[in-house]
């Protein structure tokens, strides 16, 4: 007998399969997907945990161009209550960068970036529409 938690279930693998073959055929416009055989400048966590977000780790800081960013919340407007959780794994950075990214939602785009690890030319890049995520240990506004 299917529940209606098992319903939802399978409604939400098919949206995340979706989603994840959607935002896979847009970032090979700007660069290559990881492989088993070879590195690439960007990889899904092509595993699906429960929660309605798709994770992409972004290897090549060049994939933070707003124009790249805007393309995905437009993929993710389809899904309103999904996100794509857009996290910078810049190779030789595991260890000393600390945890950043995107969180990037139909209506915004959360901003955990800390520009201060990266390259000048990267410094300044700005989303239209973003916000700060709250500091830790600080209130999150009303």
Known sequence: MTT???RL?????????????T????MSQ????DSLSTDGDFCLVGDYWGYPQVKVGIHDLALLRPEIVKG?????ANSPEWEIVYTVAVRG???DWPDMGLYIRAKEIVDTLQRQ?????????????S????????????
């Open 117 to 129: 690890y990266f390259p000048k030319e990267f410094q300044a890049i700005r989303y239209e529409g």
């Open 131 to 142: 916000r700060r995520a709250a500091e830790p240990g600080s209130k999150r506004p009303a």
């Open 4 to 6: 209606d938690e098992d």
């Open 93 to 95: 950075h595991y260890d």
């Open 72 to 76: 995905l919340q437009r993929i993710i």
């Open 30 to 33: 700007f660069g290559r997907p």
């Open 9 to 21: 279930h399978e409604e939400r693998l098919r949206t995340f399969s979706h989603l994840e073959d």
């Open 23 to 26: 935002i896979e055929q847009f």
